[in-house]
């Protein structure tokens, strides 16, 4: 028993074949440039990259909280300062950069 149901002229065996060729020779190229170490390094860096670039920017938003939660502490509604909560954070500021100098002096001194 024979298939009849592929009842192509060789020409077009041919020109099947070629453009199945053509096909194969475009995947080996692009597995040969995927494969090429320059691409592997390449990638390897953009990882890199975008995993830096996704942690600066949790730090960035991160910070950026912090920021607004003390601002929002130390500002009223209306953007006026709040002196009782600032007055007792400047006064701890001051207190902390003055023990600090005074520890330092002792060292050298």
């Known amino acids: 028993m024979s298939d ?3 009842i ?20 080996l190229d692009e597995i040969g440039v995927r ?6 390094v390449g990638d390897a860096k953009a990882k890199v990259v975008a995993g ?6 949790r730090v960035y938003v991160g910070a950026n909280r912090l920021i607004s939660d ?6 009223s509604a209306d953007g006026a ?3 009782e909560r600032i007055v007792p954070v400047a006064l701890v500021a001051v207190g902390l950069v003055g023990l600090l ?3 330092s002096r002792r060292r050298k001194g």
Request: proline fraction near 6%; aromatic fraction near 2%.
């Open 4 to 6: 009849t149901s592929d």
């Open 70 to 75: 003390v601002k929002g502490k130390l500002v």
């Open 52 to 57: 830096f670039d996704n942690s600066l920017g």
């Open 81 to 83: 300062p709040r002196l």
């Open 35 to 40: 494969v090429h170490p320059k691409t592997i």
């Open 8 to 27: 192509r002229t060789p020409a077009q065996i041919e020109a099947d074949i070629k453009r199945r060729r053509e096909t194969l020779a475009e995947t």
């Open 101 to 103: 100098t005074v520890s």
